[in-house]
């Protein structure tokens, strides 16, 4: 079954234009997923077609109403819809909830605009995300990375083995990866991603997956239930941290000190 997809924006061209590009536009027209992007001035009040207004109270900037958002749901939502509100406040965005989108049948995102939405809209909605501690302005680009994210782990996407081993999937950075040349600028591919052993090519990129997310990452290391073998290969690996921080013994270059 094609994953369906609508989106309400007061900026359709912000949302179209990308989607017709690369492996999005690829997955598309491949049939696994439908994609229909509306103007929400659709649905606004009046020979305007207004969809903002004053905050009650009094403040700066003008806020979404929750009529023209109510017209456009009754339309499209469905009783397999999950109904997304992009919002500062919301679930943070990550590779879990990617997966979880993935397997759902019709999405509906609505993109804000303004100083925010009426709060009356929120009832409305059945998932509120964010895609990081920062304000944007408008919900169109975290809708548009979020529906990225999510149109890769489709069945058919893309190859299989690539959603299998990046990041954040089994909880870790991903290893570091080469290509040719096999030296550039004195910098050369490690000798073990060319020496043909595919178990030492495995323990490597552990090693290296675990090294990364040490030095960048350390947070998804906390509470993360490991094999045997990761907790082996995490504890050298913080050995060896250990020792690059504390630096070589005195007198270890084989110079002399004077007394």
């Known amino acids: 079954m094609a ?33 229909r992007v509306h103007d929400l001035r659709t649905w606004g009040i009046g020979r305007h077609r207004t969809v903002d207004d004053y905050t009650y109270g009094g403040g700066a900037g003008m806020v979404m109403r929750p009529e023209p958002v109510a017209a456009a749901l009754a339309q499209l939502r469905r009783p397999d ?14 590779q879990a909830v990617a997966n979880e989108l993935s397997r759902a049948s019709h999405l509906v995102f609505l993109c804000p605009r303004y100083e925010g939405v009426d709060e009356r ?16 302005t ?55 991603l060319v020496s043909g052993h595919h178990e030492q090519v495995r323990k490597w990129r552990l090693r290296e997956s675990l090294r990364r997310t040490l030095q960048r990452r350390p947070d998804l290391l906390q509470g993360r239930s490991m ?33």
Do not use: C, H, N, W
């Open 138 to 192: 408008g919900g169109e680009l975290g809708a548009l990375v979020i529906i990225d994210a999510v149109l890769r782990l489709l069945p058919g996407a893309i190859d299989e083995a690539s959603t299998q081993e990046e990041s954040f999937v089994a909880g870790l950075l991903e290893y570091p990866q080469y290509t040719r040349p096999a030296t550039f600028e004195g910098v050369t591919v490690p000798p073990v």
């Open 227 to 259: 094999t045997k073998e990761e907790a082996k290969a995490l504890a050298e690996v913080r050995a060896e941290a250990r020792t690059e921080a504390a630096g070589p013994e005195p007198g270890a270059s084989g110079e002399t000190q004077a007394g």
């Open 3 to 35: 994953l369906e997809v609508d989106v309400l924006t007061l900026f359709p061209p912000m949302v179209e234009g990308p989607l017709r590009e690369s492996i999005p536009a690829r997955i598309q027209e491949q049939g696994l997923a439908a994609i």
């Open 121 to 136: 809209i929120r009832s409305m909605a059945d998932m509120e995300l964010s895609i990081g501690d920062y304000v944007l």
């Open 81 to 94: 819809s999950i109904v997304i509100l992009l919002d500062p406040a919301g679930r943070v965005f990550a």
